[in-house]
């Protein structure tokens, strides 16, 4: 079965870019699904980030879209985020998850989440 | 803001049954899916769709939708089921997701 796996820093200097990395195993990132972003920030509910098909298409939250970079690597069967200009109100944990868009849309496999935190 | 709104807090009694609501304009025009989270842990897809369930979820979890509003049902709530419930949705666009703010079950 598909697995996801984040990877990243754990911690960032404010003002800086945050990257990610979501490794998938088990499956193709090349199937017809699409691969999103969410985070949580400590103690607070889950926010979309955006998300990206293998053809390169994306979305993004409005509220991130002038910050907000999500790609895909075909090569290496894995997507990632880069978000810049960071505050201290981007940590959080940060999951990447499989989506389906279309008929029905949902988020069926999860990664476990990596925290990262914006500090100096 | 979130453009799906879910009671902050749900209680119900061992062995009771619950509803947990998600409102939204979106919802007219998408079904919205339902995730457990416990603490620590990442969200779990519980329903999906009309009224769908991954393998492995338990048939006391069941989904449906009228008008504006999505509704997660727990039949016979067992003590594993205190968490966190999230609804998620496309918003009003169509092009974006949306998650409602939470709702926290209690299980007494």
């Known amino acids: 079965q598909v697995q996801l796996q984040e990877s990243g820093p754990g911690l960032v200097k404010p003002s800086g870019t945050l990257s990610l990395t979501c490794a998938v195993s088990?499956?193709?990132?090349?199937?017809?699904?699409?691969w999103s972003w969410v985070r949580q920030p400590p103690g607070k509910g889950l926010e979309w980030i955006g998300e990206?098909?293998?053809?390169?298409?994306?979305n993004y939250n409005p509220s991130l879209k002038s910050r907000v970079t999500i790609s895909v690597d075909k090569s290496k069967n894995q997507f990632s985020l880069k978000l810049s200009s960071v505050t201290a109100a981007d940590t959080a944990v940060y999951y990447c998850?499989?989506?389906?868009?279309?008929?029905?849309?949902?988020?069926?496999?999860w990664g476990k989440g990596t925290t990262v935190t914006v500090s100096s | 803001s979130s453009e799906l709104t879910q009671d902050p807090a749900v209680s119900v009694a061992l062995g009771q049954t619950v509803r947990i609501t998600c409102q939204g304009d979106?919802?007219?025009?998408?079904?919205a899916s339902w995730y457990q989270q416990k603490p620590g842990q990442a969200p779990v897809l519980v329903i999906y769709?009309?009224?769908n369930r991954p393998s492995g979820i338990p048939d006391r979890f069941s989904g449906s939708s009228s008008g504006n509003t999505a509704s997660l049902t727990i039949t016979g709530a067992q003590a594993e089921d205190e968490a966190d419930y999230y609804c998620?949705?496309?918003?009003?666009?169509?092009?974006?997701?949306?998650f409602g703010g939470g709702t926290k079950l209690t299980v007494l």
């Open positions: 998850a499989r989506a389906m868009v279309g008929g029905n849309y949902y988020m069926d496999v």
């Open positions: 088990g499956g193709s990132i090349s199937s017809s699904n699409w």
């Open positions: 990206i098909y293998h053809s390169g298409s994306t």
């Open positions: 979106s919802l007219r025009s998408y079904y």
């Open positions: 769709g009309k009224n």
């Open positions: 998620n949705s496309r918003d009003s666009s169509g092009n974006n997701g949306v």
